[in-house]
């Protein structure tokens, strides 16, 4: 059974930096997208940033040139380094992996930002 274990938010002022961690285990096939999501309050859950296993990035314009996503040396193992953060970036933050038309979601993590 694939589980997806985050760990890394918090609390924060404005133009902080807070990173992320998640790594999944079980059984994954090697090529598979992970990726990040967040959700704030009274919103719906919108995708911030995705990685590929071959290395391909794609980001939400609003997180573009302050949010980092990468691949650990640890399998199955995705980062997201976040920058100049603002309070609009306060949300539970869910990592995602998409792999074999399945897709499997991690607990979340709260990221908090004050101004």
């Known amino acids: 059974q694939v589980q997806l274990l985050e760990s890394g938010g918090g609390s924060v002022r404005t133009g902080g930096s807070l990173r992320l961690s998640c790594t999944a285990s079980g059984s994954i096939f090697p090529a598979n997208v992970m990726g990040w999501y967040r959700q704030a309050p009274g919103k719906q859950r919108e995708l911030i940033a995705v990685?590929?296993?071959?290395?391909?990035?794609n980001y939400a314009d609003s997180v573009k040139g302050r949010f980092t996503i990468s691949r650990g040396n640890v399998k199955n193992t995705v980062y997201l380094q976040m920058n100049s953060l603002k309070p609009e970036d306060t949300a539970v933050y869910y990592c995602?992996?998409?792999?074999?038309?399945?897709?499997?979601w991690g607990q979340g993590t709260q990221v908090t930002v004050s101004s």
């Open positions: 990685i590929t296993s071959g290395g391909t990035t």
């Open positions: 995602n992996l998409n792999v074999l038309k399945s897709s499997y």
